[in-house]
């Protein structure tokens, strides 16, 4: 896919959470459509329906309603196993707490997906993984376990991990909540980075101030309710 | 399938502590079966040889009807001469017969001359009864122990008899018993060994010639009580005894049934019961092995899927299929009954080799000294480690699957 063409497009996409006998309504009538090669972030004050919606373009959820379209697929439609492979084609995940598999080493680490979920063949798999260490400046820590690296390092090796299966898109929900304010900044550089080398969209959610700037495309959200997108590619 | 390995192994050395303590409770049980069935398996084995090779034979072929009246010995339910050709005739074409006894039995008076007693004589021809029972000849506590011991005109005495009357080797004694035609007749013997009872102090079984029996019955032709056949395998005997059966079926048929009856050992002796209950216990004590492997195995998995909601959540979240997920799981569990059925069989095999190494003795009826020699088939030991293994996978099955339906964005929000 080029730059700029529709990855997402979303249509009155809402999300309401029945808890016994009180109804949340996460996300009110969103609607938006985001540009392959994006760097974008929504930002919003917690409650405000970040997380929601990253797990909706995610395919982790369902909407209650709306239309929303990932990639060329109606997302709303896959069933578990479907919305497994599809993550696994097309969506990389980075997570608040970095989520790595305590087992495995930093390379194991970013091998994974290409040996569970897509299967490589061994010789693909390690040029993949060790150009993405490289990428990621973590190839001389490759062999550690990750309680034996720093929270900078995880999120790196976080983000190889999201990038070794060469996904249209990147999902990270708060990247860095557990960082500190250099580290964060270096992070999203680094996602930055990444997305001019691979032209992978890269979406994600902070309340940080210090980082939203790094973005090109600030989304804000309140009450559920997308209020503004701002930037060079909205 | 090698990376599924290597994940689960290293989750299952991420609890050490709890991997250890279920592999040890896993090997544990299967030390405790395999010991078992080694030690029961070779009492069981050294009682049915004794039994068999002493005096009953592998399997017995009787007359009809003989065998419900067996405590009478009667006469008149012996197998006929003709029916013994059609026997023999059946025999000699059956490669799995090792040697085979002809017996003539009777109840008959015993007398010193001083004293007179009840007894049971078997009238045999001694090779082949030695052939048919090779334990026959260490039996005989005293005086010839070869199958002189029997030559026509010698008489091995029971040793209740013997010491009850203090008869010695060497001295004279009178046989006396009624044929079937209800007339008396005696005839005198030396005694040429003191026989003890194979299956208890009790034992009131003296042996003669057969043909010394026949001329105290005043038989005309060769008329046999049973026949006493030796197989060459044991655990073939009754696919044997189906066999003698498919031959002799047919012959001397009375009201559309065979004329003739053939028994293994295990339906003629009382051991069998007790065979029977060791095989029960082997049973149930692999019931234990089962519960033992599933609780132990299913508790830890249970308890890894719980402490792992989050990562399970990661990499259904990245793109992990629930099928894998599921092999994730299962393999931890087949890891975990490997490794405690193989820690298992390698202790038991080593407690089984050292107890063949203390020589430990134990004594059955009247046999003393008998030395336990407890061995395993390999049969059994593929069994039990299978089993476990099995089990274990079973066990894992609920928590991998539960594993493999989590949500991953509820896993995800797990704490």
Not at chain 1, 74 to 85: Q, T
Not at chain 2, 15 to 33: E, H, M, N, P, W
Not at chain 2, 101 to 112: P, Q
């Amino acid at each position: 896919m080029t730059k700029h063409m529709s990855l997402i497009t979303a249509k009155n996409l809402s999300k309401t959470y029945a808890t016994d006998s009180v109804e949340v309504k996460a996300l009110q009538e969103v609607s938006f459509e985001i540009k392959a090669g994006s760097f974008l972030t929504f930002v919003g004050p917690s409650g405000s329906g970040k997380t929601t919606l990253l797990n909706l373009i995610g395919c982790l959820d369902k909407p209650s309603g709306g239309i929303l379209e990932v990639a060329g697929a109606d997302v709303i439609r896959l069933d578990r196993r479907v919305a497994a492979a599809f993550r696994g084609e097309n969506i990389g995940f980075v997570f608040q707490s970095f989520n790595l598999m305590p087992v495995l080493t930093a390379f194991e680490n970013v091998e994974y997906p290409l040996v569970m979920v897509q299967n490589l063949p061994a010789g693909e798999r390690r040029a993949r993984v060790l150009e993405l260490l490289d990428a990621v400046a973590m190839s001389d820590q490759k062999d550690k376990l990750p309680d034996q690296l720093s929270g900078g390092q995880k999120q790196r090796i976080a983000i190889a991990r999201a990038l070794v299966t060469r996904p249209k898109l990147v999902l990270a929900d708060e990247p860095t909540a557990n960082l500190d304010h250099e580290t964060a900044y270096t992070i999203i550089r680094l996602m930055k980075k990444m997305r001019d080398d691979l032209n992978t969209t890269f979406i994600f959610s902070t309340h940080d101030t210090r980082i939203i700037g790094e973005a090109e495309i600030i989304c804000t959200l309140e009450d559920g309710k997308l209020i503004r997108c701002e930037g060079t590619h909205g | 399938m090698g990376k599924l390995f290597k994940i689960a192994l290293r989750n299952l050395r991420r609890y050490k502590r709890r991997t250890a303590l279920t592999v040890s409770l896993i090997a544990f049980g299967v030390i405790f079966v395999l010991v078992f069935v080694a030690i029961t398996g070779s009492f069981k084995q050294l009682m049915i040889t004794q039994i068999t090779d002493s005096y009953l034979g592998n399997l017995q072929i009787h007359r009809r009807g003989y065998v419900a009246s067996i405590d009478n010995l009667p006469l008149s339910l012996n197998l006929t001469p003709a029916q013994v050709s059609v026997v023999e005739k059946a025999l000699d074409g059956i490669q799995e017969i090792e040697a085979r006894s002809e017996r003539i039995k009777f109840g008959a008076l015993f007398s010193t001359f001083a004293e007179t007693s009840n007894i049971r004589i078997n009238g045999v021809y001694p090779e082949k009864e030695f052939a048919a029972c090779p334990r026959m000849p260490s039996r005989i506590v005293q005086g010839e122990k070869g199958v002189s011991a029997l030559q026509r005109g010698k008489i091995l005495v029971p040793e209740l008899l013997a010491r009850g009357f203090k008869t010695k080797i060497g001295d004279t004694v009178v046989v006396v018993a009624t044929n079937k035609d209800g007339s008396v007749n005696g005839k005198t013997f030396l005694v040429s060994g003191i026989l003890e009872s194979a299956t208890g102090p009790g034992g009131r079984d003296g042996y003669i010639h057969f043909e010394d029996a026949m001329e105290i019955l005043r038989l005309q032709g060769k008329e046999v009580s049973e026949i006493a056949v030796r197989v060459k395998s044991l655990g073939r005997v009754g696919e044997t005894a189906q066999n003698i059966r498919a031959r002799l079926d047919g012959e001397g048929q009375k009201q559309g049934k065979s004329g003739f009856e053939i028994h293994t050992w295990a339906q003629l002796s009382p051991f069998a019961n007790i065979a029977n209950m060791i095989d029960l216990m082997t049973f149930f004590i692999k019931l234990m092995l089962i519960a033992i492997v599933l609780i132990s195995i299913l508790n830890v998995m249970i308890m890894a899927v719980y402490e792992r909601v989050r990562e399970i959540g990661t990499i259904a979240a990245i793109g992990t299929s629930p099928r894998k997920i599921l092999s994730l799981f299962l393999v931890e569990g087949f890891c975990l009954g490997l490794t405690g059925a193989v820690a298992g069989v390698l202790l038991a095999l080593g407690i089984i080799v050292a107890l063949n190494l203390s020589k430990l003795s134990f004594s059955f009826g009247q046999a003393t000294g008998l030395i336990l020699a407890p061995t395993i088939a390999p049969l059994e030991v593929l069994t039990a480690s299978v089993m476990v293994i099995v089990v274990s996978v079973l066990a894992s099955l609920q928590p991998a699957y539960k594993a493999s339906r989590m949500e991953p964005i509820d896993a995800l929000r797990h704490v």
